[in-house]
T-cell receptor, first 118, second 116 residues
Framework: GAVVSQHPSRVICKSGTSVKIECRSL??????MFWYRQFPKQSLMLMAT?????????EQGVEKDKFLINHASLTLSTLTVTSAHPEDSSFYIC??????????????FGPGTRLTVL | AQSVTQLGSHVSVSEGALVLLRCNYS??????LFWYVQYPNQGLQLLLK??????LVKGINGFEAEFKKSETSFHLTKPSAHMSDAAEYFCAVSDQRGGGYNKLIFGAGTRLAVHP
């Protein structure tokens, strides 16, 4: 159980275009989802936290108008990178947490999405 | 503020040897502590977690970690390394205050290499 999927797994786009990444909890309802960014050979940096039905909370230094997050249902959150530029190229990972499972303090991670902006 | 320090960005061991990955934390409140493993181009998989119960925590794949409050440490060990253990390992801390969400603060990671 506790499976989180991401789609797409890999995306290449042209500079200036927008890219949407989906994060789904497949076998549980996620009241909270997190979006992380990971640069090569570095750790995960939290970008934002989203609770179902409310606005996302962004970490300091993360542009909310550039990284749009929508958590429309208990099983789906989306991250849209708007007007992408080469410096946005990175590995984006989502995670999901729920208070309805025994392990409410555990985040379950998706497999990640590799974004390359040309 | 909470933080995590992983000593050693790279650790190399022989197959069958002891694995020891070090993690020290800083937290003003009782912490939750986690170890995650990441294989190339994949997300993170939870190995084990400490949530204020037993201080010796056993996880998957033969890994275990011991919470030592006096040393503010949560080192990860495995008695005998296997080639398949080669991966990136992340230690993370979260606070127990709960509320709307629990943020995870990650260490920089330790890359484990296992050679024959």
């Amino acid at each position: 159980g506790a499976v989180v999927s991401q789609h797409p797994s890999r995306v290449i786009c042209k500079s200036g275009t927008s890219v949407k990444i989906e994060c789904r909890s497949l076998d549980f309802q996620a009241t909270t989802m997190f979006w992380y960014r990971q640069f090569p050979k570095q750790s995960l940096m939290l970008m934002a936290t989203s609770n179902e039905g409310s606005k996302a909370t962004y970490e300091q230094g993360v542009e909310k108008d550039k990284f749009l997050i929508n958590h429309a249902s208990l099983t789906l959150s989306t991250l849209t990178v708007t007007s992408a530029h080469p410096e946005d190229s990175s590995f984006y990972i989502c995670s999901a947490r729920t208070v309805w499972r025994g392990n409410s303090d555990t985040q379950y991670f998706g497999p990640g999405t590799r974004l390359t902006v040309l | 503020a909470q933080s995590v320090t992983q000593l050693g960005s790279h650790v190399s061991v022989s197959e069958g040897a002891l694995v020891l990955l070090r993690c020290n934390y800083s937290s003003s409140v009782p912490p939750y502590l986690f170890w995650y493993v990441q294989y190339p181009n994949q997300g993170l998989q939870l190995l084990l977690k400490y949530t204020s119960a037993a201080t010796l925590v056993k996880g998957i794949n033969g890994f275990e970690a011991e919470f030592k409050k006096s040393e503010t440490s949560f080192h990860l060990t495995k008695p005998s390394a296997h080639m398949s253990d080669a991966a990136e390992y992340f230690c993370a801390v979260s606070d127990q205050r709960g509320g709307g969400y629990n943020k995870l603060i990650f260490g920089a990671g330790t890359r484990l290499a296992v050679h024959p």
